[in-house]
């Protein structure tokens, strides 16, 4: 069985265009549109296939440092900040080859004034297509057919050639961007097929300990949001294994769980940071806004091959056998074990965390909230038994599980 890796990938960049919600409005499709001008550009250059792949895979994540770099860009330090992070956090990600420097280096400008001050040739070529495209995805509305817009794009890509851009890369774009089938790709885009025409397939021997490793990566992202929740998806995934255990879950099973874990708040990079940590009561506007997340979360993950339950499992964490959880109101006999589980220890997970209104609770607390939560009918008894009984509080020092278990 094969994993495409490319679908997986483009997928989850959709979370990552929300990435920089705290300091500008979200593009939505960023990093789609500049990983297919840069492929653009790289089919102009005839750069090789496994190239290729690696742009596709590293340009739709070249943003993965923001969240981590407190997504500030008022400086060049603060943009090289989002650079050594993301290069970081991509260390685990399957590529062609090993790609060192791509992400640390794609806001460096060909004439060395660059945050890292890196010019020309030293900075890798896939860095060097990175920084033109995103830099002429987030300058310009690439997907307007305006033609007026469409020569100031070609000019503005040209008058920085040799400057900002590599003079290769910058000529190559205007051959591409002479062909109207570029244009109207990023204008049909919107409903996104048009996009994939120049998507490379990556695909994998597939097994799920491989797409732990691109779970951990958006794990990573999410819970460095907010100082809150810096062990919340890692926790949650130690928590699910201990209770994969205890149930005697197929290996299968456990390790989808554990996936869904990591991911399960990935729609929070959409909810501004001014409202995960207001110290307050949240108005209605505010509650709707962070009730969209978990309906971000099976939105993406719905997208991708062979995530059918884990995007369930994750997508529901907030569903309640009451009917009176959210986005979709299930009920008891729509919840399966894994959704409930994953709801019952983020309850757990969150309530033994700090958070800007309270302090963290004991297990003795959690499981007495708990309690009065299954009274309600919000939680399975036996399930909040069998956690109450099972889990414990982390330390700050988690040691994430392998849920493979080797
Ligand atoms: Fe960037
Ligand atoms: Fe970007
Ligand atoms: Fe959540």
């Known amino acids: 069985m094969k994993f495409d890796m490319s679908r997986c990938l483009d997928a989850l960049s959709l979370a990552l265009d929300f990435a920089g919600t705290d300091t500008f409005d979200p593009k939505p499709n960023h990093s789609r ?16 296939e496994e190239d290729k792949k690696d742009l596709y895979a590293l340009a739709l994540l070249h943003d993965n440092g923001i969240v981590m770099s407190g997504q500030d860009f008022n400086s060049l330090e603060q943009a090289a900040s989002h650079c050594i992070h993301g290069e970081k956090n991509l260390a685990g ?11 640390r280096f794609h806001h460096e400008n060909y004439d060395g004034s660059g945050p890292f001050r890196v010019r020309g040739a030293d900075i890798p070529l896939l860095a060097r297509l990175i920084h033109l495209a995103n830099t002429l995805e987030a300058e310009f509305d690439l997907w307007k057919l305006d033609p007026s817009e469409r020569k100031r794009v070609r000019e503005y ?4 050639a040799g400057k900002r851009f590599d003079p290769d890369a910058a000529a190559a774009f205007q051959a591409a961007a002479r062909k109207e089938r570029f244009w109207c790709d990023m204008t049909f885009g919107n409903d996104m097929d048009s996009l994939h025409r120049r998507t490379p ?23 460095s949001k907010s100082r809150f929740t810096f062990n919340h998806s890692g926790g949650l995934a130690a928590h699910a294994d201990t209770m994969s255990d ?14 869904a874990a ?13 409202i995960l940590e207001k110290p307050g009561s949240l108005d209605a506007a505010e509650l709707a806004c962070i009730k969209r997340h978990p309906y971000i979360t099976k939105l993406v993950l719905e997208k991708i091959p062979f995530f059918e339950e884990i995007a369930a499992w994750a997508g529901n964490h907030h569903e309640r056998l009451n009917g ?40 003795k607390e959690a499981v007495e909230t708990l309690n009065g939560m299954v009274r309600l009918g ?25 849920p493979c278990g080797d």
């Open 246 to 259: 205890f149930y005697g879950f197929t290996p299968d099973t456990k390790i989808q769980l554990h996936i």
């Open 157 to 160: 890509a040209l008058s920085g």
């Open 324 to 363: 009176k959880g959210y986005p979709d109101n299930l009920t008891e006999k729509e919840l399966d074990c894994q959704s409930r589980l994953l709801g019952v220890l983020d309850i757990y997970q969150a309530m033994t965390e700090e958070r800007p209104y309270r302090k963290a609770v004991t297990h």
């Open 33 to 48: 549109r500049t990983a297919y001008v840069a492929l653009a550009v790289a089919d102009e250059l005839g750069i090789p």
């Open 93 to 103: 990600l399957p590529l062609q080859k090993p790609r060192r420097n791509v992400i």
């Open 378 to 402: 919000y939680l399975d008894a036996k399930m909040v038994k069998d956690v109450s009984q099972t889990v414990w509080p982390l330390d700050g020092n988690i040691k994430l599980c392998d």
């Open 201 to 223: 397939q990556i695909f994998y021997d597939f097994q799920w300990k491989d797409i732990v490793s691109i779970s951990e990566i958006f794990m990573r992202i999410v819970d």
């Open 262 to 274: 990591h991911l399960h708040d990935l729609g929070k990079l959409y909810v501004p940071n001014a």
